[in-house]
């Protein structure tokens, strides 16, 4: 009966991974259908614009080769209009990026009328082509962890590919991405270029029409059309996309754009010591019991189901000194994390773990100055033996401390649950800057939440400090992605430097995408107006130098998705 329904569960779970691997192609497929559809377009309308500039003489077919030009790319605009008009989206930008370059168009500029429209339409297609990457990484993943074996590897692979597809609906955290303050910005901007296309005129020495018609509407229209947030909102976008997609190279999965801030910006970083800097099997070294064989049979059993690597020490211990193991069928079988396992059998209470556990079950006090890490083995308050064992320090765990504290400027603490000879001995062999010994999962959120910190725990070995802290931390291994959180898996422990760095890099990237965008811009399309106005030439100056910016923050933001090293 039980085999009939593992098989069963097979089915359900390989129909349930066809489906969500279907609806993945789907995804992509779609997505790369707007790219490509988008990107015929706009090569369509640039094509337009370049013939239209080169005919000379015949104003009317370069005037309705400008017109159909604006159109093709008009209509991406359109479709942009649409879809944020079902999102309940602010469309001000659009209305006005359309009304000013309609304005150059019919004014006899068609030329820098298609310039403003394709750049914007070249704009949103940049975004759509990162989404594009990231959604058809995720289903590569799908796909390999659908033919991949081990169950370590597959669920990493899953984590990663989930969360490669919330990119499309994440937004930087910035005051720009409101939609009162985009609405607020977008209404500003075309104020101004009314009223810069209204009131000069009137203190023209020409009548107010000619001086309105040749001189300050295509001024109000230049700035209107200009001012606008799009570029800035997109590159700031490709740029936290950049840095998903470069993390997701080392399986360093964020989860979401506010974790990469908060990883950027943490000063402090404290770490777990099983699972985290040390690998989770361990050698047992000695057994101090009257009884070797009674006090590992209890272990062993005490850990059934509960933590594979100790039974494997004890199995390799056992056999190596000629100890025969027997199984003890406890009842009542309770786990304290970080402290250890208690049960019960033939009305004895029996318990395995340190000695706060010994002395929170029993009310036992017992002391051990050893450099090895200890488990003490009690049979109703009365140790009856004590497994001296270590664990093996990942490799290059001092290199990862290192790479943090120096590279990043970052203060390394650990945080562990063992004595406090055992976390000395880890803080100066992995040159830590603190350690606390002793640590229950309770003091090390509250350490965390008020030093505010990073928190590296091991998704199995530390999963309540991680529930406490809501996921607010570095799970390692874990099969779920927290929303503030960054999840590894594999024992790459170069992983979290790695991550790191792509954080500060890319909130870095943010504030000067910001400041140069805003800076250069303003100063542009401020120039080209002062001499449009003056001289009545130089208009191509705003128009070329905010393309030029645009062009540059594009750069700044895709150059995210290379390796930091």
């Not at 936290?240 to 470069?246: A, E, K, M, N």
């Not at 009305?347 to 079950?361: D, F, I, Q, S």
């Not at 070995?461 to 999840?487: F, M, P, Q, W």
Request: charged fraction near 25%; hydrophobic fraction near 45%; aromatic fraction near 10%.
């Amino acid at each position: 009966m039980g085999d009939i329904m593992d098989k069963k569960k097979k089915k359900v779970s390989a129909a349930e991974n066809a489906k969500e691997l279907t609806d993945d192609v789907s995804l992509v497929s779609e997505k790369k259908s707007e790219v490509i559809e988008h990107s015929i377009v706009t090569i369509i309308s640039v094509i337009l614009l370049i013939v239209a500039s080169f005919i000379k003489g015949n104003d009317n077919v370069a005037r309705w080769l400008y017109t159909v030009s604006f159109v093709a790319a008009g209509y991406e605009i359109l479709y942009s209009v649409i879809v944020k008009l079902s999102k309940k989206e602010v469309i001000i930008e659009e209305i006005a990026v359309v009304a000013g370059s309609l304005v150059l168009l019919y004014s006899g500029y068609g030329q820098y009328a298609c310039l403003i429209i394709i750049a914007y339409s070249l704009i949103a297609l940049s975004k759509k082509s990162f989404e594009y990457i990231a959604l058809n990484k995720s289903e590569k993943l799908s796909v390999a962890a659908g033919y991949e074996t081990d169950d370590e590897i597959k669920k990493s692979f899953v984590v990663r590919a989930e969360n490669l597809k919330t990119i499309i609906d994440e937004t930087p955290n910035s005051k720009i991405f409101k939609k009162k303050f985009r609405l607020i910005f977008g209404a500003v901007g075309i104020i101004i270029g009314l009223l810069l296309t209204f009131v000069p005129p009137i203190f023209a020495k020409s009548a107010y029409v000619d001086a309105l018609k040749d001189k300050w509407l295509i001024c109000g229209a230049i700035v209107a059309s200009l001012w606008q947030l799009s570029s800035v909102c997109v590159f700031l976008s490709l740029n936290y996309i950049s840095g998903f997609i470069s993390a997701d190279r080392y399986a360093a999965t964020f989860g979401s754009f506010a974790a990469i801030d908060k990883f950027s910006g943490a000063a402090e970083i404290a770490f777990d010591g099983s699972g985290v800097l040390t690998d989770k099997s361990l050698t047992i070294n000695s057994v101090d019991s009257t009884n070797a064989g009674n006090t590992l049979s209890v272990l062993y059993s005490l850990e059934n189901d509960i933590d594979e690597y100790i039974k494997s020490a004890i199995s390799v211990y056992a056999k190596n000194n000629g100890i025969t193991l027997n199984s003890i069928l406890f009842e009542n079988v309770k786990r304290f994390e970080t402290l250890g396992v208690t049960a019960d059998f033939n009305g004895k209470r029996y318990a395995a773990g340190n000695k706060t556990l010994l002395k929170k079950v029993f009310g036992v006090s017992v002391e051990d100055d050893s450099d090895e890490s200890v488990i003490f083995v009690a049979e109703e308050g009365a140790v009856i033996g004590k497994v001296n064992y270590t664990r093996i320090d990942k490799i290059n765990a001092r290199g990862e401390i290192k790479e943090l504290t120096d590279d990043a400027g970052m203060i390394a603490s650990l945080l562990s649950s063992d004595k406090v000879s055992v976390v000395n001995a880890m803080k100066d062999k992995l040159g830590l800057d603190n350690a606390v010994a002793g640590a229950s999962p309770k003091y090390k959120a509250e350490y965390v939440k008020n030093s505010g910190a990073v928190y590296v725990g091991d998704s199995e070995y530390d999963a309540n400090t991680i529930r406490l802290l809501d996921g607010e931390c570095v799970s390692v291994g874990g099969e779920k992605v927290y929303k503030n959180g960054l999840t590894v898996s594999g024992r790459d422990v170069r992983q979290i430097p790695v991550a790191v760095k792509i954080a500060k890099r890319t909130t870095k990237k943010k504030k000067f995408i910001t400041l140069f965008t805003s800076i250069v811009k303003a100063a542009a399309i401020v120039t080209g107006v002062v001499l449009f106005a003056v001289k009545g030439n130089y208009m191509s100056i705003p128009i070329l130098g905010c393309l030029a910016t645009d062009v540059i923050s594009f750069f700044i933001a895709a150059i995210n998705l290379t390796d930091p090293a």
